[in-house]
C-alpha cells in the first residue's frame, strides 16, 4: 500500500456528476475522496447561476450526488460521518462547513448511505411483484378446479395461460415440462 498512488481523485473525480460508491474499505486503505479533496472539488458555494445549460456547475464542482451502499463511516468518503436511513434517505454535505443538513436546503452534495439498503431490495421486489400480481388475484379465485382450464371462460385468457398446473396436471401449454424432465433423466443415466 506505500507504493500505491491512486489517480482517481485527480482523473476521475472531477468528471463525476454522481458516485455510487459500493466498494470494500478497510483501515490503511486509501480514501477515493478524503474531506480535503472534497473541499478542492467544490472550491466555492455553488452559484445557480454559474451552471451550464445542462444544469451542471462547471469544473472543478461537478460532484452533486453520492450514493454509497458500502456506508463505511469516515472510511473510502473520509467526510461521510453517519448513515441515512429508509425513512430519511438523503443528506446534504457541505464541504465548507463540514455539515451536514437533513432539510436539503443550501449548497453541498446530495448524499445517500443508507446501511440496510440491501436489505430493502428483495421487500421493494416483493411489492412490485405483488401490485404487478394483485389485478389477477379475482380471476384466480374464479378458477373451479371441478372443470378443466379450458372450461373456465369467466377467467381471463391470460390467467388461464399463465397457469401451469392444474389438479395436479401440467397444462396444456406446459406439456412440454415432461418431456424435457424425461430427457434430462434419461441424459444424466
Not at 450514493?67 to 454535505?93: H, Q, R, V, W
Not at 464541504?95 to 443508507?114: E, Q, R, W
Request: glycine share 6%.
Amino acid at each position: 500500500m506505500d507504493q500505491y498512488k491512486s489517480i482517481f481523485f485527480d482523473e476521475i473525480v472531477p468528471y463525476t456528476t454522481c458516485l455510487i460508491n459500493g466498494g470494500y474499505w478497510g483501515p490503511g486503505m486509501p480514501r477515493l475522496i478524503t474531506t480535503e479533496q472534497c473541499k478542492q472539488l467544490h472550491p466555492r458555494e455553488l452559484d445557480v447561476a454559474r451552471l451550464t445549460r445542462e444544469g451542471v456547475p462547471e469544473l472543478p464542482q461537478r460532484l452533486l450526488a453520492i450514493a454509497d451502499i458500502s456506508c463505511d463511516l469516515e472510511g473510502s468518503l473520509e467526510f461521510m460521518k453517519e448513515c441515512t436511513s429508509i425513512d430519511n434517505p438523503f443528506l446534504l454535505y457541505n464541504a465548507h462547513t463540514l455539515k451536514t443538513s437533513h432539510d436539503m436546503s443550501g449548497n453541498g452534495i446530495v448524499m445517500m448511505s443508507i446501511d440496510n439498503l440491501p436489505a430493502q431490495l428483495p421487500r421493494e421486489a416483493t411489492d412490485y411483484f405483488g401490485s404487478r400480481l394483485l389485478p389477477f388475484v379475482q380471476d384466480f379465485l374464479k378458477l373451479d378446479g371441478r372443470k378443466p382450464l379450458k372450461d373456465c371462460e369467466d377467467v381471463d385468457k391470460s390467467v388461464r395461460e399463465a397457469v401451469i398446473t392444474y389438479n395436479g396436471h401440467l397444462t396444456e401449454r406446459f406439456e412440454y415440462i415432461a418431456e424435457l424432465r424425461k430427457k434430462n433423466e434419461q441424459s444424466s443415466k
